[in-house]
């Protein structure tokens, strides 16, 4: 008998015929990898080709619940989209919230994958009657938020919708899925389903799945309830994520002109504690959700976007832009066209650089110049001008341009860097630097160790990877159970705690120690889909210019971090994860994967990754 | 390895105070404590105590090393040769302090330690308020044999060790021609030592230093930028920007060193930015 909380079996859609498998999801996989970001890594493994084009038919992409959706637990409304990234060419796993989560759950599956491709624009759609493709010409070029009014309109009640923008169907590497205004933002995953020609994928719930314990269920819901309300979530009720700017600029940690610099003379002006008052227009949430994090902010014309520490550092500060309204328009521009904001961000910074440096011609495009870099989005949306070069992300572009470009490209992996400065975090440089998605805040949480007090920030050694190896394991259990990493600090002993949820939940017993295990298989299991599909050591590492470039501080430190010191606290991370100095796992490692051969999974074939010996 | 490091000298038999003045109360912890956290600040690396055998000491901050000085009663070279011994492998330059001195500022040590880290000196001695202050001076590590080998013979003032390498004497107008310890502390008390009660009891009834804070983030609610306050620690500063140090909000010294400790000690000029600890996200 499945768990509760699970159907046990995933969907499994064929886009270039408008069919579906149904995918058995035995009680040890879901044990093993819970759902979210977990269960879609055992998914890639299982369905995904070896090194296939992440922009190919054969490639498949998920929608991933998790046991929690659909419980009155607070956050819990959330859903992982995975896929290979066309960013990276490595896994992917990217969350988004909302009402999308309880129905594409309630429509009977753990998950709904789609591979294959269709002959023209579609939309796919599922429900209880099974699945079925929309032919949808009519919303080419529709932002995803008009799409998901069309079809709301068109389909009628309970129907939810992610959707791609104009940027997912022409391709842009970092094109996003969105629902509702919530993003499932990195790694390019809006392009992966514009490949397959997919402008939308509609779900509508038509079952249920109960908790196995609902009593325990509810009362720990109504507990977490009034936790959500405590001082741990202040900031995300308050202010929102926008409060991390001036903190950060306080403490030379915001990222500023492609990393030239960690303060920004103009982060007053994009302060939340200013902004909020000028421009702040409303508060809301997600479904199921008590913080209430998103903040509704208004630009000059009256356009209104969901603003985030991430989006405005991305098109603020690492671009030299200071302008409040032109940075909230350049964010509204960005969900118009569906693209990610730290990657847009993070790609224009470095052509400005370029230009600045005359290695691109694009004399218009300039740190500081609000209208070039809101001219450089249109193009990248565009695939047009300067887009043709950009839209592929930093990495590609400055494999294109040379010129020593590369050294200042600020990626990992591909994936370009979010706003926090690893010279002056030394904990988060090598989260970033290790994180199998690539430069990523959210899979790794070692900032917090960074800026907790316990540790020097600026003296990178054994206590910051044991903080980088605790914070990513923490973040693999929450986007796996799936429950928002703002609600992380109302818990006292969290994977205690985590698994008294999950047991009440699902009938498991549930322990820490098991969820300890599940964090470390996790997490691995997503470096080996990568080992899989390419990676080498070479890709946990850091932009050149983070380990030559040091910052002074007012403090009279400096904040720097040496290739010695990185290469230091990667071998401690290896060391500690049971990896050889390689980065690559052993036999028994590998093993507890469960990534057995011959595996039910419709008609594929797995190649075993190279072993250490 | 970390180019500086400091040593304290807390052996000394405070005849005079009558009674040991590393434990003498400062501020909420002790003088030792807050001279071990200014060299800690001013040098970003390890510090060593030096104690008397057997000497019971006050608490210390984390990761302070003691060392105990061999020998009872042979002065200062000593406790610098002991001091220097300990860290001749951690660090190239060391700031030796008594405990005593309750002014200590890092932007004088900083000052100091910069004319032997980058000037090239073997020692940097500070002449300030009419003596010389081996026991407020920047030393080689590597003077750490020859400070032994003056011991061994008997030759127990500094002054020895000065004859036998390259000293950069620091007057006052050396010293303020840094701007910052100029602008921080132009009367040079950094070097005002306490013998007696009386010295400590004076000290102790000054007003505190004079720091700005400031609340960001959700903690700014009302209290928005930057205001001058007098506090000589951390829970000092968070008092009077009405904020409680703790699980949810730690504070961020001179934009740079994150703490929670409330005891650290704060000097003129600094800055405290208090911060909710659930930066990021």
Redesign the interface.
Known sequence: MTAGGYFGQALVADASTGSADILPLPDSVLRAYLGGAGLGAWLMHTLAPPRADPLGPEAPLAFVFSPLVGTPLTTSAKFAVVAKSPLTGMLTDALASSQFAIAGKYAGYDAIAVRGACSELSVLLVDGTGVRLMPAPELAGLTAAETDRRLRDRLGRGWRIAAIGPAGERGVRYATISHDGRHAGRGGLGAVLGAKRLKAVAVHAATRVAPAHPDAVLAAARDLRARSFG??????R??G?L??L???N???TLPTRNFQAATFDEAPQLA???LADMRRVARSGCASCTIGCEHIYAARGGKKMRVEYENVFALGPMCGVGDPDAVLAASARCDELGIDTISAGGTIAWAMECADRGLIDAPWLRFGDADAMLRALDEIGAREGIGKLLADGSRRAAEQVGGGSAAFAPHVKGLEMPG?EPRSLHAMALGLAVNARGAD?NRS?A??A????DL???DGGAAHVAAAIETEDRAAVMDSMILC??LR?VFDDPLTEWAGLLSAVTGWDCSAAELQRTARRIVLAKRVFNIREGWQPADDWLPERLLSEPLP?????VAALTPERLRAMIDGYYAARGLDLQGRPGEAEYADLQLADGQAAPGQARERPPLCS | MPKSAGVVLAGGRSSRMGSPKAALEWHGSTLLWRTVSILSRATGGPVVVVRAAGQELPPLPPGTAVVDDPREARGPVQGIAAGLAALADQADVAFVSSTDLPFLHPAFVRRVLRAVESDGADVGLPVARGFRQPLAAGYRTALSPAAERLVAEGRLKPAFLFEQCEVAMLDEDALRSDPVLAALDPDLESVVNVNERADYESARARPSPEVMVQRLGVLADGHRGPRAVRAATVAEAAQAAEVTLGRHVVAALNGDQITRDGQAPLAAGDTVLFLSADAGG
């Open positions: 001082p741990a979530t202040a900031k995300y308050e202010l994520t409060a991390n001036l903190t950060f306080a403490i030379a939340a504690e200013e926090y805040h949480g900032y917090e960074d800026l907790s007090g020097d920030r600026l990493k703002f600090g501080l007012a403090s009279g430190r």
